[in-house]
């Protein structure tokens, strides 16, 4: 009936790696290259959503069914697990509430799915700066909908411990987001312009966020680390985060373009130093189909740089940069439910210890298919 | 068709708690307080229920998509997991047969659902007393039906060893129960008077269990101890518990009433000592309306009272006490399907070695919801 | 739609055993019985196939809902985890595409669902012979359809460290099968003849795999080794791996016969040692009711002998055998969907480094159910 819906997905992302799985962070993964040939269903979810009792009361919930894991790994940690559950109650768009543990829309590139990215992988940026799914309440809307004022703010209060942890003290993650939709229009959280936009449709964006507790960085897994920094189990309340981002995205008859600078400070009370991070990312795809008809009408072309500047851990006057270069083609089968996609990238690394500096490539084949 | 059914629910359990997360049991608890403030998924589930091949076949599964953790815990610590698994043969009301792991029917407010209770969660008797899940076989019916010797019961047999262990040995745990429906009728496994009983219905029971193995409690993570008794890991068979429980439940326009009075001994082999323990909850709810119509009519107010003695591991001569005082809150948008509750209790403990009392208390506030 | 199809199953299979829940191995096994009566969920799966875009893309995913345990296993050894996922692309019978994890089609008896067996459980070969679930690619077909050479052929690369684990380095497993329907009909991956083939049908096949990597043997849980080789977080690369299977199958108005003979030689590239195994079983069923018409029409009786050959892993030249005898019986309510399975077996060991024989047995009761 109109009270009750459901909906149920399953989803492959199914990954072929050459010869890095991940992106090379350190030296050590520049110089004594393990190469590997690697099949992966890099994720597998099912995902259920619908709503209940009124039409504006939804629900989301997403399981990882199968994190793949290292041959010395045990069983479990290929366990399948929630990442996300969520309630929302939207009776206006102006106001509504959100509850539970999401990807908390801190900023465009990890809130878009990993089904619907422009290349196989999230860029360099991701790993250091993104605040991930938090356990929490949010209040969110879009104001001044259609006009040249319209926008969206998301304002939320969290454990700050990552998925699924529970909050050992009473220090909370806060967070706010600001996106004006300059055009009038609004742009959904996915990349490339599948829809082929008949309307150039663009936004601007600013969030920041701070936490205090025993993270330095959240991933899908939890609450983690940054290289250098001490794990959770040291003593409570080690770091005092601080994060900011500006955002920039904008879609029209096949062109997407999609740029995030990012900031982040962490704060080591315990060693009393502070920990300064720079990342930003920008890419552009086309489908040039739309200038010459020749090439198919469901492919797309895409680039991407992105640097990330993260300080040496035991010296943070110094300062290493990563940058990455990735060219990608996607073939959209059936858009971004059925498609294969393509990369390769130029991985290089300044290492400000030694003023060495270090390169490698890598090539990864993907198809992402949703039933 | 007629042959076969089934049915899927999603269920979230968003609970926030200040400043104890679960019933504080030490003196450390009580005194060097570690204040948290806490957003909790505590319960997330999906069930599947339905009948197969006949009518009277019935199935049940229930998942446990993400258990909670702290942030010194594995990630693998929050995987779902399987809680629930039975099938029902049920040809006729006087004699059935269930199969699988279940909260084998031994006391009444461990079988209430989570999402069917009067408070944010059980009393502090749960804990020490709960047989919780198990796996094994038993027999089950309804005898007199609708009239004054109108009765339930219940034997089994079980690993004992608790949810998803195998037996290491050939030592099993049986339990029986026995129910009188002492007014013709049935009550349902659930609190509060939700659906307003026109007719008073009322139910005691008595019911008992005993196990040999390495377990001195259960809990939905499996075999565990009870504080100051060795774990599961220790050489097989170190105790020996028996358990007795007296209940009395009560429903009639609006007011609902349920009590619970345990025994529980533990022989530890080992160390050649007896445990003892003894609990009690009370506890009552009353939908206002009824006298007072300004009242809302889906507002319920209840209290608990409850109590667990505890020998001191080190001289069992010696015996804590806790108690507990709950006053609860209780709003249900849609019955128990879509509720908001807040309790407030005062948790005290009289240490026995030291002489000395300690209390505290906690908010909770809670909504649950399925779909 | 046409588009799109799902279906979704849950299982159950409930066991119950006595002595031995395993099949006993070494001496200590057959000589210290620590005697174990116990109830166990052997498999909970949730099983969800279908197709999507096309008639012939199918996906089919089956989670492992609760792994039982020992009790002193963590819980999370019991969390749920994907065991198969696949998508198969089979445009025409000739050639086809699967990609994904799944029993990699090499034998019979493993590929055969745990729920389509004629005895409680796998003979003893399995342990050894089974290359199990790998993540990877495969080409798949069947050719002269229904004519004398009638046949069907699998050739596929895989990561070959197991289920969910990623490649450590370059080296792929590779494996390939042929199987020859000699009188032009197809067998279904299912023991029994349940469904009463009328006309006679059979099979005789080959396969051949070959592995360099960590893992030794194969299981639901991924990676693992045969008694005496060192474990997977040993250096990369221990093992050589080359297996060979020969294969028959037939059916025929409710006869079945079933039969594998395997050669495994493991190379220890540490250790410069070749371990040289052989194992074999034969196993025939039969509804009786076709001669004894009085006998229930849904009961088979079956009868299994199997052997290994495992070498001594102090002393390669030393091979220690052990031998099987299984007597079934099975009731079909329903088809393999709904059954009750009784198996008696006895199980030999012949130590060659003593010239001592041993011998136990054990009685298993079983009920599979789908829902």
Redesign the interface.
């Known amino acids: 009936d109109g009270l009750?819906s459901?909906r149920?997905v399953?989803r492959?992302q199914?990954r072929y790696t050459h010869?890095h799985?991940s992106d090379p962070r350190g030296v050590s993964n520049f110089t004594t290259r393990?190469?590997?040939?690697?099949?992966?269903?890099r994720r597998?979810r099912?995902k259920?959503g619908?709503h209940?009792?009124k039409p504006w009361i939804d629900?989301y919930?997403e399981?990882d069914?199968?994190?793949?894991?290292?041959?010395?790994?045990?069983?479990?940690?290929?366990?399948?697990?929630?990442i996300d559950?969520r309630?929302t109650l939207q009776p206006i768009d102006e106001i509504g509430l959100r509850?539970?543990?999401w990807k908390i829309d801190f900023n465009r590139e990890r809130v878009d799915s990993s089904g619907r990215q422009q290349f196989v992988e999230r860029s360099i940026v991701n790993r250091v700066f993104t605040i991930d799914r938090q356990?929490?309440?949010q209040i969110r809307g879009r104001l001044f909908k259609e006009t040249y004022a319209d926008m969206r703010y998301w304002a939320g209060v969290?454990?700050g411990?990552g998925?699924?942890?529970?909050?050992?003290?009473?220090d909370?993650m806060y967070m706010g987001r600001l996106q004006w939709n300059f055009l009038g229009r609004d742009l959904k959280w996915r990349q490339s312009d599948v829809s082929f936009h008949k309307l150039p449709t663009g936004s601007l964006a600013f969030a920041a966020a701070t936490n205090n507790?025993?993270?330095s960085r959240w991933s899908s897994?939890?609450?983690g680390n940054l290289s250098g920094l001490t794990g959770?189990?040291a003593t409570s309340q080690n770091f005092k985060t601080e994060q900011y981002v500006q955002e920039f995205a904008f879609k029209y008859r096949g062109l997407s373009i999609q740029q995030e600078y990012h900031w982040k400070d962490v704060e080591d009370k315990r060693n009393m130093t502070v920990h300064k991070y720079k990342g930003m990312y920008a890419q552009a795809g086309y489908f040039f189909h739309g200038l010459v008809p020749q090439i198919p009408e469901k492919l797309e072309l895409a680039f991407r740089y992105a640097f990330v500047d993260a300080p040496v851990a035991s010296n943070v006057a110094l300062t290493d940069e990563r940058e990455e270069y990735t060219w990608g083609l996607n073939y959209f089968?059936?858009g971004h439910d059925?498609k294969i996609t393509v990369d390769y990238s130029i991985l290089e690394l300044e290492d400000a210890s030694t003023g060495m500096s270090y390169d490698d490539n890598r090539i990864r084949v993907q198809?992402d298919?949703s039933?």
């Not at 393990?34 to 269903?41: G, Y």
């Not at 894991?69 to 399948?80: I, N, T």
Request: charged share 15%; proline share 5%.
């Open positions: 009750f459901t149920l399953w492959a199914l010869p799985r393990s190469d590997s040939s690697n099949f992966e269903a597998l099912m259920i619908g209940g009792f629900y919930f399981v069914l199968q994190p793949s894991r290292d041959v010395d790994d045990d069983a479990a940690a290929s366990s399948a697990r929630v559950y309630i509850v539970g543990q356990v929490g309440a969290f454990n411990e998925r699924s942890v529970n909050n050992p003290d009473n909370m507790g025993k993270c897994s939890g609450c959770p189990s089968f059936s059925n198809w298919i039933f």
